[in-house]
T-cell receptor, first 112, second 112 residues
Framework: NAGVTQTPKFQVLKTGQSMTLQCAQDMNHEYMSWYRQDPGMGLRLIHY???????DQGEVPNGYNVSRSTTEDFPLRLLSAAPSQTSVYFCASSSRDSRGVVFGPGTRLTVL | AQSVTQLGSHVSVSEGALVLLRCNYSSSVPPYLFWYVQYPNQGLQLLLKYTSAATLVKGINGFEAEFKKSETSFHLTKPSAHMSDAAEYFCAVSDEGNDMRFGAGTRLTVKP
């Protein structure tokens, strides 16, 4: 049981490049989310999903796309990276009954 | 939408002293409330959660929090601080455990 896994751990991009942050969970959780963490701002919700085929926007969705084709995977896509997207990104999952969230180890992204 | 405010971005205590980290919430529905801890360069770990059962919630590592509806508060306490408690602590609120909103965080320093 690996929990929530994220790849890559570190990434450096140039402005305008695109990339996908991968997230997978093996706990059969219905809910999955993406957060970004910036100093002094806590964690802010980017997008979330309540099940395969269903996604919704969080607090800061602009510049990011998501899809949920399977229960296990919830990739986050940056179509055209900007320096303002330099951050640490956390993926998380939870079951409908747990009332708590399990976090992945994070991806540290730098956009130059 | 629900939100939380953490009072004090930095708290410093001496080893053995009481730890008190403050969190106030805003929610239009009965909330689920959480405290998470983050050690340097690591992900978030759940300390405890309130899900409308007992108002005094006990968590890991000797921490506890009390839900006070009249004060809209969910402060985190520990009777005696250890050096290993030095970390950043996040309060969070959700209405169903998925669309979770975090406070800005409180960094706890423990002095010998």
């Amino acid at each position: 049981n690996a929990g929530v896994t994220q790849t890559p751990k570190f990434q450096v991009l140039k402005t305008g490049q695109s990339m996908t942050l991968q997230c997978a969970q093996d706990m059969n959780h219905e809910y999955m989310s993406w957060y970004r963490q910036d100093p002094g701002m806590g964690l802010r919700l980017i997008h979330y999903s309540v099940g395969a085929g269903i996604t919704d926007q969080g607090e800061v969705p602009n510049g990011y796309n998501v899809s949920r084709s399977t229960t296990e995977d919830f990739p986050l896509r940056l179509l055209s990276a900007a320096p303002s997207q330099t951050s640490v990104y956390f993926c998380a999952s939870s079951s409908r009954d747990s009332r708590g969230v399990v976090f992945g180890p994070g991806t540290r992204l730098t956009v130059l | 939408a629900q939100s939380v405010t953490q009072l004090g971005s930095h708290v410093s205590v001496s080893e053995g002293a009481l730890v008190l980290l403050r969190c106030n919430y805003s929610s239009s529905v009965p909330p689920y409330l959480f405290w998470y801890v983050q050690y340097p360069n690591q992900g978030l770990q759940l300390l405890l959660k309130y899900t409308s059962a007992a108002t005094l919630v006990k968590g890991i590592n000797g921490f506890e929090a009390e839900f006070k509806k009249s004060e809209t508060s969910f402060h985190l306490t520990k009777p005696s601080a250890h050096m290993s408690d030095a970390a950043e602590y996040f309060c969070a609120v959700s209405d169903e455990g998925n669309d979770m909103r975090f406070g800005a965080g409180t960094r706890l320093t423990v002095k010998p």
